[in-house]
């Protein structure tokens, strides 16, 4: 008797690891989307600052950004951007990380940007409404910025 039970025992262990793996992949398979539409976003995010589409960036953002920073706040730092650090020659996404929340799914980018002015960090962070990205913060960290 205590033999059978140690093999369902096992059985049952073997189960939930095979769960646990599977869980595995299609989270895995559901990041990988999530960041790919992240992505796509940062890149359009990058156009639309580079022709000066700065209120459309607002009206396009998360509700976690307008709460943040007023439509003036964000315009302003935006046009500092646009004006002391010029166009984006080039984008290398750093680092990424998908946050999975009952209030909604949060994406976290950062980026390597090379502008005509200079060199900068950048941090976005998207939140995840169906098929959309929605920007929910911008962070910019560069000396050209400050300096120009």
Same mark, same amino acid.
């Given at each position: 008797?205590?033999?059978?039970?140690?093999?369902?025992?096992?059985?049952?262990?073997?189960?939930?690891?095979?769960?646990?793996?599977?869980?595995?992949?299609?989270?895995g398979?559901?990041?990988?989307?999530?960041?790919?539409v992240?992505?796509?976003?940062?890149?359009?995010?990058?156009?639309?600052?580079?022709?000066?589409?700065?209120?459309?960036?607002?009206?396009?953002?998360?509700?976690?950004?307008?709460?943040? /920073?007023?439509?003036?706040?964000?315009?302003? $730092?935006?046009? @500092?951007?646009? &004006?002391?650090? +010029?166009?984006?020659?080039? %984008?290398?996404?750093?680092?990424?990380?998908?946050?999975?929340?009952?209030?909604?799914?949060?994406?976290?980018?950062?980026?390597?940007?090379?502008?005509?002015?200079?060199? /900068?960090h950048?941090?976005?962070?998207?939140? $995840?409404?169906? @098929?959309?990205? &929605?920007?929910? +913060?911008?962070?910019?960290? %560069?000396?050209a910025?400050?300096?120009?």
């Amino acid at each position: 008797m205590n033999g059978l039970w140690l093999r369902g025992g096992n059985w049952c262990c073997s189960m939930r690891k095979l769960t646990a793996a599977l869980v595995l992949v299609v989270a895995g398979c559901s990041m990988s989307a999530d960041t790919k539409v992240a992505e796509e976003a940062v890149a359009r995010f990058h156009t639309m600052l580079d022709a000066a589409q700065f209120e459309a960036i607002y009206a396009e953002s998360a509700d976690e950004l307008k709460k943040a /920073a007023t439509q003036e706040k964000l315009i302003a $730092l935006l046009e @500092a951007v646009h &004006k002391k650090l +010029g166009p984006m020659k080039s %984008s290398e996404k750093q680092t990424w990380n998908v946050n999975y929340h009952t209030s909604g799914t949060f994406i976290t980018l950062a980026y390597a940007t090379i502008f005509q002015g200079g060199d /900068a960090h950048e941090q976005f962070v998207y939140r $995840l409404q169906g @098929a959309d990205a &929605k920007l929910a +913060g911008y962070h910019i960290n %560069s000396d050209a910025l400050v300096l120009n």
